[in-house]
């Protein structure tokens, strides 16, 4: 039962244009969002998140809407840069957990020079 | 160090051999956290350890997987038995308390033949 969904598998952008990474979720009860950027060879780094009380949380070249109604989750990159080449994790907290976060399989974008 | 770190970086074992993964989490990150990523999959939680308390073992996929930390210190995860399925990164995860800051480390690679 997959929670956490990252439907595109890939990415591909061209530099200085808008990248759009979508996340669907399927629990009610996820609370807190967040993405999480991956290099190969690295571990992933947090970029952003959002509480279920917004509806966007903008930070930088980065902006994350959450709609509750639809489940879904996107982050805004905006202008795409060289550097943003990276796998993108979407994940999710569970009000009843200890913390756990429920990944997404990740969306790898490309940004073309 | 100032990172999570995490040894072996790779590791290939043959079927049925026990492996060892280690983990040095950030000096005072209370909260330590093992997950795993099979290719083309999404980050799957394995266990998660705060303070002294009793671990949260929700996640170990068989009795095959344990792991053991001693106080705020040093995370070791075995496998034994190894399995191809068993093929994945092996990512260690430490905060400062039950927060969304996770500091993930590069991952152990395992690769059972």
């Known amino acids: 039962d997959q929670q956490v969904k990252q439907n595109s598998p890939s990415l591909s952008v061209q530099e200085g244009r808008i990248s759009i990474l979508n996340c669907d979720y399927t629990?009610?009860?996820?609370?807190?969002f967040l993405w999480y950027k991956k290099y190969p060879a690295e571990g992933p780094t947090f970029l952003i998140s959002?509480?279920?009380i917004k509806d966007k949380n903008e930070d930088g070249r980065f902006t994350v809407f959450l709609n509750k109604s639809a489940k879904h989750l996107s982050l805004h990159i905006v202008p795409s840069q060289p550097g943003d080449s990276a796998v993108y994790f979407c994940?999710?907290?569970?009000?009843?957990?200890?913390?756990?976060?429920?990944w997404g399989a990740g969306t790898k974008l490309i940004i073309k020079p | 160090g100032a990172g999570v770190s995490q040894s072996p970086s790779n590791k290939v074992t043959e079927k049925g051999k026990d492996v060892e993964l280690r983990c040095d989490p950030i000096?005072?990150?209370?909260?330590l956290y093992w997950y795993r990523q099979r290719l083309g999959q999404g980050l799957e939680f394995l266990i998660y350890?705060?303070?002294?308390?009793?671990?949260?073992k929700s996640g170990l996929p068989s009795d095959r997987f344990s792991a053991e930390r001693t106080g705020e210190s040093v995370s070791t995860l075995t496998i034994q038995r190894t399995q191809q399925e068993d093929s994945a990164v092996y990512l260690c995860?430490?905060?400062?308390?039950?927060?969304?800051?996770?500091?993930f480390g590069s991952g152990t690679r395992l690769t059972v033949v």
């Open positions: 000096s005072g990150h209370t909260a």
């Open positions: 350890f705060q303070g002294n308390s009793a671990p949260d």
């Open positions: 994940a999710a907290n569970r009000m009843d957990s200890n913390y756990q976060l429920i």
């Open positions: 995860a430490s905060s400062p308390d039950r927060s969304y800051g996770y500091t």
């Open positions: 959002i509480s279920s």
């Open positions: 629990n009610s009860m996820f609370d807190y």
